[in-house]
């Protein structure tokens, strides 16, 4: 069966530097990520020499100021970077992401003295970040989480479980949601706790359907003791930490959606095109193109979504309504796209051989996580008719 190789996504980028890096992306990708992305994610294994290459090529700090290592690259060009990383394996997308999420706190909230101190070594140093607000009763209901943090004269002494962490067990640093004070939003704080601090430990990954290659575990907070030198914001002011990066994430989900999204429809044109049936390729049959046709569309209208929240949020404008919006539609489109190539690819779509499957699989979680669709929609339509209960 011949190969079609995809095409380059069109992008429009805002200067010449974003499209050198986003070219500066493409060869990673496809010289050091897609090779290896199938035997690796069937084994079980975490890339972390590709994130050590992307901290060197400065990829794992680029929204963030260049005075503390980062890339100071607006919003549009980061997700888009996002894209093609997951394009070529959504453990890496996912995890460039996710490490951008756990630096979030300090960059935006840390004072000048903790930023100088930490941020170089976070987003230039090979350094690996976690994000850790979910616990094992406390999911969607994150205002509920039960993980205490204690004063103990200039320390504080967190204990309690935090669970589906991403880089759980593995990660450099761990940005901390705890609570400090009475029940509710307004008792949580927000810490930047060491990998290696004592009394932290990760249980064993999760058995997970897909990503296999990235490693989701609880995280166990045995009175791990943090000066407060290492708080981030005000005490009571964690939550409004919380929310304010969840905003961010979900646009890099959404970029990763559409990536994983992206990289299923290339699969699934290039097996169309050279599949034979009944004399002809099977794409030349109308209920196939239109297949095609439709994946296409839904992709285009998600990566317009994700980048006019990003456009938004570079201006300094509100965006949590349409990043809400941008997760919900991409990471559905995802689940379709995936769904659909699979299909297109019959009998050869349901095996480890091709890798629609994978994609399909690896998409379901882009529906949960950072705030499962559900609760998108309850986003949504709060901007839109106020408070439930007024």
């Known amino acids: 069966m011949p190969d079609r190789a995809p095409q380059p996504v069109d992008r429009q980028l ?25 035997e690796e994610e069937d084994a079980g294994r975490f890339p972390r ?16 100021d260049a005075e503390y290592g980062g890339g100071e690259q607006p919003y ?23 490490h951008t999420l756990a630096s979030y706190a300090l960059a935006a909230y840390g004072t000048k003295e903790q930023q100088v101190e930490h941020l170089p070594a976070m987003l230039g140093g090979g350094l690996l970040g976690a994000y850790c607000l979910s616990e094992p009763s406390s999911g969607s209901d994150a205002a509920s989480l039960r993980t205490k943090a204690v004063r103990d004269g200039d320390d504080w002494v967190i204990t309690g479980t935090k669970a589906w962490i991403t880089h759980g067990g593995i990660a450099d640093f761990y940005t901390v949601m705890a609570r400090t004070g009475e029940e509710g939003p ?21 058995k997970k359907m897909g990503m296999k290659g990235s490693p989701t575990a609880q995280v166990h907070f045995d009175g791990v003791r943090v000066p407060d030198e290492r708080r981030l ?11 304010a990066a969840l905003d961010s994430g979900r646009l890099g989900i959404a970029a990763c959606a559409i990536g994983v999204a992206q990289a299923a429809l ?15 390729p099977i794409s030349d049959f109308q209920g196939l193109r239109f297949m095609l046709a439709d994946m296409a569309t839904q992709i285009e209208a998600g990566r317009a979504l994700y980048l006019t929240a990003a456009r938004l949020r570079d201006a300094g404008r509100p965006f949590a309504k349409q990043a809400a919006m941008a997760k919900l539609h991409c990471t559905d489109t995802a689940m379709k796209v995936t769904t659909d190539a699979v299909q297109i690819l019959g009998g050869y779509g349901y095996t480890a051989d091709f890798p629609a499957e994978r994609y399909m699989r690896e998409a379901k979680v882009l529906q949960i996580v950072e705030g499962t669709n559900q609760i998108q929609r309850m986003v949504i339509a709060r901007h839109l008719a106020g408070p439930e209960g007024r």
Do not use: N
């Open 14 to 38: 805002p200067t010449d530097e974003a499209r050198d890096l986003i070219s500066l992306v493409r060869d990673i990708a496809q010289r050091e990520i897609a090779p290896k992305a199938a």
């Open 49 to 64: 020499e590709v994130f050590s290459l992307l901290s060197e090529s400065g990829l794992l700090g680029l929204p963030y």
């Open 76 to 98: 549009e060009v980061y997700l888009q970077v996002l894209e093609e990383l997951a394009m070529a394996r959504l453990t890496v997308g996912l995890g460039v992401s996710v």
């Open 186 to 206: 307004r008792g949580i704080t927000a810490f930047l706790v060491p990998g290696d601090a004592e009394g932290l430990s990760g249980a064993a990954p999760e």
């Open 233 to 243: 914001g005000e005490e009571g002011q964690g939550f409004a930490i919380a929310l």
């Open 266 to 280: 290339d699969e699934a044109v290039a097996y169309a095109s050279g599949r034979r049936q009944f004399g002809r």
